[in-house]
């Protein structure tokens, strides 16, 4: 008898203790929401219209990453080139890659696993070797090379891998301002003064990247097949294949195609590379089994991204000659392309046969530059051998620009598009759904 009401009484006293601790928690909990709301003069939602959106991310969800900073708007801009290439493309690579310098810039080369341990320590020394590039040290070599299936997903991930490379180690403190994707047989059309002279007065939250809703015929040959890229986990390189079974169309989020070529701002560069929201995360693991994911998956990011979806201009800055309908690759372009790329009025070409003679012609008529040589401007002069004579380089100025015609051409574009009157109406522009006839 006495034992029960012991445990009676234990019972009890256990129950007045979870109680206390319950309403002791909710005490804590509601006194440290009252103290999160007051402390912070930002408001949880902002009004807009008559909807509500988020203006700050809850506490409990992961914040917003610190930003690294870019160059003030007064200053001249910085460029972030990857400069990719495969098998054979050690010589092309290193020809666009002198054609393209600038020591204001940055830049990562890549030649992919496809290449020879041969190839890939050559173009380690050759960068280590030259006298400007050791310098100013502003060209990095990625020594672990990937296994790149261009119609898989493994060139996204290449391409994120080189752009984290090239967020890393900013000395100075001021982080390049756009990121551009080049492979071994581009070549650009201008100076790099030329292009840096232009951006100048460019709002620099500007993605250049062509893009449609209208994905057409990839609807059925390539979103709703499933692929499997081996680069993702095999160390031979080898094809894509296919699953039997097909998918869905996403419903979270809309599809966009476009270029696998583009010129990306710093901030969103950094939104797919640490993805705050998920949404990179997300888009990125549909995008692993989606044919040809380059021409996809950055479209789709920034085409659901509210924080970037009306920072497109929808252009890919390239020259590219394509067949009607357009099959897997474009020509390559040979002299009889020369006057239609002036024309074009844009910085890159492609897709260049190896030492091309039509290349030769860009670099005397375009560029002024020498065999072998930089690309003269005014951070160096070209008298002598510009690719070994070093003193004869200004690198403590090099913001000293001088632009020739290239810098009107491409200011012709930038006006074009930038003041087109339906310039802010066609962001990501959704396409109207074409019913079927009965």
Known sequence: MENNKYLKLLLQQKKQKWLLLLILSSTILLLTT??????SPQLLYKSHGNKYHFQQVPRFVEPKLKNSPSSPVHKVPRLAYLISGSAGDGVSLKRALKALYHPRNQYAVHLDLEATAEERL????????EKVFEEVGNVRVVVRSNLVTYRGLTMVSNTLHAAAILLKDIDDGESWDWFINLSASDYPLMTQDDILHTLFDIPRDLNFIEHTSDIGWKKDQRAKPVIIDPGLYSQPKSEVFWIS??????????LFTGSAWMML??????YCLWGWDNLPRIVLMYYANFLSSPEGYFHTVICNADEFRNTTVNHDLHFISWDNPPKQHPHFLTVDDYESMV?????FARKFGKDDPVLDKIDSNLLGRRVDGFVPGGWFTDEGNASTVLPRINLKNATELKPGPGAQRLKRLMSSLLLADDFDSTHCKMMPAVSKMK
Not at 122 to 129: D, F, G
């Open 122 to 129: 050559e173009l380690a020394r050759w960068v280590s070797e």
């Open 245 to 254: 079974e097909k998918r869905r169309l996403p419903t979270a989020y809309n």
């Open 34 to 39: 009252i103290a999160s709301f007051s402390s």
């Open 265 to 270: 701002s710093r901030p969103f560069v950094e």
């Open 343 to 347: 024309e074009s009025n844009v910085p």
